[in-house]
């Protein structure tokens, strides 16, 4: 049985929110039900991130999600130390990151969570947990994988 990691805000969420509607309407919909959903080709058999109308490898359009296991590696990534925007300002530092989804064409920006930021290197697995910051949305954030697991 798969254990879906989730986190719930308890307090009012103040940072900037994604627009939920448009062509990453299913992404934004599975991911409140604790599933991440990938965008996949039917033309080349790949996949692909983020959400568009033609597969960007082949053009192919015939396109569906299909569940991913949330498990990648971090392609490149930042530490912020200040911010402006008054959402962030309580969580300094804080990391954001691009991570490389395992089997998918794209990076997904994100934040690394609930780890020393001196464990954060490119190339680390990492796994998803969905954070549920309003009604309607439910972030995709990322944890370090710990060794054995």
């Not at 109308?53 to 192919?60: E, K, L, Q, S, T």
């Not at 392609?75 to 490389?100: Q, W």
């Amino acid at each position: 049985m798969e254990v879906i990691r989730r986190v719930e805000y308890k307090v009012k969420y103040h940072k900037p929110l994604p627009d939920i509607k448009g062509i990453g309407e299913t992404y934004w919909k599975n991911l409140k039900k604790g599933k991440l959903t990938i965008q996949h080709c039917n033309d080349c058999q790949r996949m692909f991130f983020y959400p568009r109308v033609a597969c960007p490898i082949c053009g192919g359009t015939r396109i569906a999600f299909k569940e991913h296991n949330g498990l990648g590696e971090i392609y490149s990534y930042t530490i912020a130390h200040k911010s402006i925007v008054d959402g962030f300002k309580d969580e300094v530092p804080y990391v954001v990151a691009l991570v490389r989804l395992d089997g998918v064409r794209g990076n997904m920006m994100t934040n690394i969570v609930d780890c020393e930021l001196n464990d954060i290197e490119i190339g680390a697995s990492v796994e998803i947990e969905y954070r549920d910051v309003t009604e309607d949305i439910t972030l995709p954030i990322f944890k370090l994988v710990k060794e054995g697991n």
